[in-house]
């Protein structure tokens, strides 16, 4: 089993069968809900026992065992309506695929995540972090990491540097939520990672972003996500967070001005 493990710190116990079981459970759940809710005011928590988005098909670590963004967004990609192209009198008509983004705004790239659609030009993933220069995984997240074959260009990095503040993030966020607009997505996967959170103990190397609750950081983030994406629907999946006096407010803070931006 380690010899797919990426790290030596993400263990494999008795439990954690049945507890990915739940996991796998409660993200059908969602999609279900996606698919049902109208879409307009579509956005949909997702809380698992263990985040995902370092996990990649052959590979598990930094404390995640199933890529929880990619399954929902293969998933909606199922449940979105099916278009075709125009037929010709010498060619049978070719399903397009559904487009589906995924906006990854844990700490730590999103490298499983980039990894499994790398080839893929139907989902776009877009990844703000911190640098892979300064902050785990190391190897991947860089900005020239932009796909290849028919998927390049259908993955976006936007790596930070340590100790950015909601200043520098934001810029970041506005790209991000700009590329999925283009993208034409017709779903959101949010991986939702409240390590940003400053002082969230996860931070090595001394490094660390500087979002706080106080200064309503999170409540910006979250309205700028719901006001990009007012008509289609939104999953929003819990990776990464640390600092638990806080994550619930940022939490709270994120999911309440998004639903307030979709719907206002």
Wanted: charged letters at 15%; one cysteine or more; proline letters at 6%.
């Amino acid at each position: 089993v380690g010899y797919y493990c990426t790290d030596t710190c993400t263990p494999i116990f008795q439990e954690l069968r049945e507890e990915l079981q739940w996991d796998a459970a409660v993200m059908q759940a969602a999609v279900t809900a996606a698919a049902t809710v109208p879409q307009s005011s579509s956005v949909i928590y997702a809380l698992a026992t263990h985040p995902g988005h370092h996990a990649a098909y052959d590979s598990f670590g930094g404390y995640c065992y199933l890529n929880h963004a990619a399954f929902c967004a293969r998933a909606l990609q199922q449940q979105l309506p099916t278009m075709t192209t125009t037929t010709t009198p010498h060619h049978a008509p070719a399903t397009i695929l559904k487009k589906v983004a995924v906006l990854d705004i844990d700490y730590h790239c999103g490298n499983g995540t980039a990894s499994i659609f790398y080839h893929d030009p139907s989902v776009l993933v877009v990844s703000i972090h911190c640098h892979p220069d300064w902050e785990y995984p190391f190897h991947s997240g860089f900005e020239d990491d932009t796909g290849t074959g028919e998927g390049e260009g259908a993955t976006l990095h936007l790596p930070l540097l340590p100790g950015a503040k909601w200043k520098e993030y934001n810029v970041a966020l506005e790209r991000a939520m700009k590329a999925i607009r283009a993208f034409g997505a017709q779903a959101l996967v949010v991986s939702l990672g409240l390590d940003t959170l400053h002082r969230d103990p996860c931070a090595i190397r001394g490094a660390g972003f500087g979002l706080t609750t106080e200064s309503g950081d999170f409540h910006e983030l979250g309205q700028q996500i719901g006001s990009y994406c007012p008509k289609i629907p939104i999953i929003v999946i819990q990776e990464g967070g640390y600092k638990m006096d806080e994550v619930p407010q940022a939490a709270t803070d994120v999911l309440l001005a998004c639903v307030s931006s979709k719907t206002s």
